[in-house]
């Protein structure tokens, strides 16, 4: 599958605006990013959750908190994908499942939940 990285943006954005305007209300400090390729030691990872969950933080965690990441990895995704349908239905999944990590919810939970 092929989709260029302006397409890939657009479909982590369509994501994005899944999210129930009362939840995206309460992300904090938090930063979406793409990059083309997932980490060399985890190379078909779709996406990834770096920062401090909700859950964990206290009252003097934001002063001066970088924001928590997350990053949507394009090359794995178009790999396991075969229109851009499937695309658009796999980062919905990606990018709600990366929040989910920023509320606290862990993979165990999450694939109980069926966004595995």
Known sequence: ME???EEFEGAVSDGLDLVPPELTAQ???VVVLVEDDAPADEPTLLGLYE???????DLGWAAGSLPDRITIFRNPTLAICES?????????ITVVHEIAHHFGIDDERLHALGWG
């Open 84 to 92: 851009v349908e499937e695309v658009v239905e796999e980062v919905a």
């Open 27 to 29: 992300i904090d400090n």
């Open 51 to 57: 920062g401090v969950p909700l859950t964990e933080r």
């Open 3 to 5: 989709m260029t990285r």
